[in-house]
């Protein structure tokens, strides 16, 4: 596709269910961000991948967040054991390369829901 | 990391020119100033981006003054669609993510 992918675009789930979350790159993009977004608040970054590598995982809450890359494309962000605060619009985004000068594309999110 | 201050929300009449400010008072030399717009309900959208000369592209101007502390973003001419949260981000040399603030919500009046 031409644009960052991602699915499901929503999702509810019970409180304690693990889920897992799905975000395809633009093709060619060697830098992919994970950010989360809870209602009426800004964007609150969750970790970055450059190829299959995350050199940067300080933005994740806790050690029931956890994200993979693989083949330097897709990429899973994974939430064990859900908590009704989990509750938000995980965005992903994409670029080119990482560092200065460089553009990046969002997905159009996916808004989950703990109950 | 590097900070940014926007008004949390500005008004503006259709078709008018709109120019949304940013302080960056802390930014060092090497941090690009980007800004992206979030539609409702939509992901984040780039809009322009630069360093220390003033830009143009499609979409809008960024001015960016001669001690880089502050920009703004310059709207030619604003239409409805244009209402957003307007984000003005600092992209540092050493760091690998776009931090985002709290944006200026825009709201434009028919």
């Known amino acids: 596709g031409a644009g960052v992918s991602q699915s499901p675009s929503n999702k509810v789930t019970e409180k304690g269910k693990d889920v897992e979350l799905r975000c395809d790159p633009i093709?060619?993009?060697?830098?992919l961000y994970w950010y989360r977004q809870s209602l009426g608040q800004g964007l609150e970054f969750l970790i970055y991948?450059?190829?299959?590598?995350?050199?940067?995982k300080s933005g994740l809450p806790s050690d029931r967040f956890s994200a993979e890359r693989t083949g330097g494309s897709v990429s899973t962000l994974t939430i064990q054991r859900t908590q009704q605060e989990d509750s938000a619009v995980y965005l992903c985004?994409?670029?080119?390369?990482?560092?200065?000068?460089?553009?990046?594309?969002f997905g159009q999110g996916t808004r989950l829901t703990v109950v | 990391d590097a900070k940014t201050t926007q008004p949390n929300s500005m008004e503006s009449n259709e078709e008018e020119p709109v120019h949304l400010p940013c302080n960056h008072s802390?930014?060092?030399?090497?941090?690009?100033i980007h800004w992206y717009r979030q539609l409702p309900s939509q992901g984040p959208e780039y809009v322009i981006h630069g360093l220390t000369s003033n830009v143009n592209n499609r979409m809008a101007s960024l001015a960016i003054a001669e001690d880089r502390k502050s920009s703004t973003l310059i709207l030619h001419r604003a239409t409805l669609r244009d209402a957003a949260v307007y984000y003005c981000i600092l992209e540092e040399t050493s760091g690998s993510r776009l931090t985002f603030g709290e944006g200026t919500q825009l709201t434009v009046n028919p």
């Open positions: 991948f450059q190829g299959n590598s995350a050199p940067d």
């Open positions: 802390t930014i060092s030399g090497t941090d690009y």
């Open positions: 985004a994409s670029s080119l390369r990482t560092g200065m000068n460089t553009e990046a594309f």
């Open positions: 093709s060619g993009h060697t830098a």
